[in-house]
């Protein structure tokens, strides 16, 4: 619950510092290019910071820039805020599309219309209708991710990943690169996953599920925002803080309380703020007939308690707000 609580409270307090469309004001006679960016979900942190990223590369840049996205993490919340925006036309569209095919439809219709189209942080099946992807190396993530588990359980005991639903091509590439690699490691026994459906309570109550029938469970890798909430959660409920090792991926004020209260042992942060400026500039560069960059990568760190304070790593944290 505490995640939804956040997340409102985060979405309210983005829309009012970015009221009237976020519309960035010329400057040095720029040519008045409209870009919207879908988010994946409105109030996320991640999504947030992507945005703010988006907004200040559009004001330095002179174009107009708004910022739209539903109230939870799905197609049927992302698809309606898509129709809405083709409707109104604007000349390019930045978007973290949901699962696999489930938003080609509309995405062929917008590029069909002209609007140019940027991919940022996942990609839609059909990966030809964007100018350029720009994201993290998630598959990369999950390895990482697994081998900063293994270390912390002493490579020995069982570990579970914490899923989000599959289709998302950003977690499913960690997912797939943290079992990929987790099989490695001879001492430890995987359990397979569980999918918390994007819904931090519904990751408290099916860890809590497995944890009742794996006493013993030693780790746990969740793989975005809601799945860290959740199972961090689940974690102090059952009064395992530091005997179940967590990993996740993206952080939220709650979760950097957990860290720095030992809940949570370990995270994978990307840099959404480039992200967005990355996929402002792509945007740019297509309408004005410029040559783009079909993939950027983006990077990552691993946060913890003894370094989340090191400048290196503090830049990575996400925002709740542009201010």
């Known amino acids: 619950m505490r995640g939804k609580v956040l997340l409102a409270a985060a979405a309210l307090a983005f829309a009012a510092s970015c009221s009237s469309g976020t519309a960035s004001t010329a400057e040095g006679g720029a040519k008045p290019y409209k870009i919207t960016y879908v988010q994946g979900m409105a109030g996320n942190p991640f999504f947030t910071s992507l945005t703010c990223g988006a907004q200040e590369r559009a004001r330095e840049l002179g174009v107009q820039f708004d910022a739209q996205g539903g109230k939870d993490y799905s197609p049927q919340s992302q698809t309606p805020i898509l129709n809405g925006v ?15 095919e489930a938003m080609v439809p509309a ?11 940027v991919f940022a942080d996942s990609v839609a099946a059909d990966e030809s209708l964007a100018v350029s992807r720009i994201a993290s190396d998630n598959y990369a993530g999950g390895v990482l991710a697994a081998r900063t588990l293994a270390k912390q ?15 998302i091509s950003t977690t499913d590439a960690r997912q797939k690169g943290f079992e990929e690699e987790i099989v490695k490691h001879a001492g430890i026994t995987y359990l397979g996953p569980q999918y918390s459906e994007s819904q931090p309570a519904t990751a408290t109550s099916k860890f809590a599920a497995v944890l009742a029938a794996n006493s013993g469970l030693a780790g746990v890798f969740a793989v975005s925002t809601q799945e860290v909430e959740g199972v961090a959660t689940g974690v102090q409920n059952a009064g395992k803080s530091g005997k179940v090792q967590i990993v996740g ?9 957990d860290v720095r ?10 840099q959404p ?7 402002v500039e792509q945007a740019v ?15 990552f760190v691993v946060l913890t308690k ?6 290196g790593i503090a830049k990575f944290i996400y925002k709740t707000t542009c201010s």
Not at 107 to 117: D, E, N, P, R, Y
Not at 249 to 257: A, R
Not at 285 to 299: C, N, V
């Open 86 to 100: 083709i409707a109104q036309k604007p000349d390019a569209l930045v978007i973290s599309p949901m699962a696999g």
């Open 107 to 117: 995405l062929s219709k917008a590029k069909a219309a002209g609007i140019k189209l």
């Open 153 to 167: 359980v002493g490579e020995k005991g069982k570990v579970m990943v914490m899923g989000a639903k599959p289709g």
């Open 249 to 257: 991926f993206d952080t939220s004020d709650p979760i950097l309380d």
């Open 261 to 270: 209260n030992g809940v949570v042992q370990s995270l994978v942060v990307q």
């Open 273 to 279: 703020l480039q992200m967005g400026r990355d996929a």
């Open 285 to 299: 560069a297509a309408l004005e007939g410029r040559a783009t960059t079909s993939a950027i990568s983006t990077p």
């Open 306 to 311: 003894d370094n989340m304070a090191q400048p």
